[in-house]
């Protein structure tokens, strides 16, 4: 069974950082797309980035140029450095590893509050 864990939440004030950490199971290369999703309260969950396995990065309009997403195929981890963050950053961030075919996994959420 693949384990997916997130951690590095928290509360930051407004402008502040957070990097958040995905730790995943078994080998990154067997999964296609590897993504960080959020869901606010009350709304839906939405797409924040996605890394292929060919190492392809995707970044919803709402963070580019704050978020910055990575991978470490090493230590079997898929990192969000997240700038610049503001209340509406306010969420549980889930991670979730895509291997195709109907195969995938998701972590149960690392909570980040933007709050002063």
């Known amino acids: 069974q693949v384990q997916v864990v997130e951690s590095g939440g928290g509360l930051v004030q407004p402008g502040g950082s957070l990097r958040l950490s995905c730790f995943i199971s078994?080998?990154?290369?067997?999964?296609?797309?590897m993504g960080w999703y959020r869901q606010a309260p009350g709304k839906q969950r939405e797409l924040v980035a996605t890394i292929t396995r060919g190492g392809d990065i995707y970044y919803a309009d709402f963070v580019k140029g704050r978020f910055t997403m990575s991978r470490d195929n090493a230590w079997n981890t898929v990192d969000l450095q997240m700038h610049s963050l503001k209340p509406e950053d306010t969420a549980a961030y889930y991670c979730?590893?895509?291997?195709?075919?109907?195969?995938?996994?998701w972590g149960k959420g690392t909570l980040v509050t933007v709050s002063s």
């Open positions: 078994g080998s990154l290369f067997r999964f296609y797309v």
């Open positions: 979730n590893a895509d291997a195709g075919h109907g195969e995938e996994y």
